[in-house]
């Protein structure tokens, strides 16, 4: 898959991911926020919990698939990033957060796996 394949699958993925959660109920803040230390696909309130979304697509399960690739390196990034957009945005400080992942394989089907707390830093 060339750069531009992948990235469109990336922002189809996304796109998808969104629509799962906000038919979970959740409601979003903020999408692909970008600063020096990282990226943060999605920021969204679950109820009064700001969560803070990884979410990732793979076109195959080989190497452990989409949720296998949120390493530990990659885990720091978004620490990083959420660090930084709790900086930039006082407003949000006010409520918990957690870290969940949106993991979505191509086939069968786009199957979409939502995990809850998948991590911690």
């Known amino acids: 898959m060339d750069d531009r394949h992948r990235k ?36 969204m309130l679950d109820g009064a919990t700001l ?12 190497f452990g698939g989409a949720a296998a690739s949120v390493t530990w390196r990659k885990q720091r990034r978004l620490a990083n990033a959420a660090e930084y957009l709790l900086l930039a ?10 870290f969940d992942v949106v993991a979505i394989a191509a086939a069968p089907g786009h199957e979409v796996n939502w995990i809850k707390s998948a991590f911690t830093v």
């Not at 629509?19 to 230390?37: D, I, T, Y």
């Not at 969560?51 to 080989?62: K, Q």
């Open 8 to 43: 469109e699958a990336g922002r189809a993925g996304e796109t998808a991911a969104l629509a799962h959660l906000e038919r979970a109920g959740l409601r979003l803040v903020l999408r692909n926020f970008r600063c020096k230390g990282g990226e943060i696909d999605l920021v």
């Open 51 to 62: 969560v803070f979304v990884e979410v990732r697509y793979r076109s195959s399960e080989e």
């Open 89 to 98: 945005h006082r407003e949000l400080r006010r409520y918990p957060a957690r």
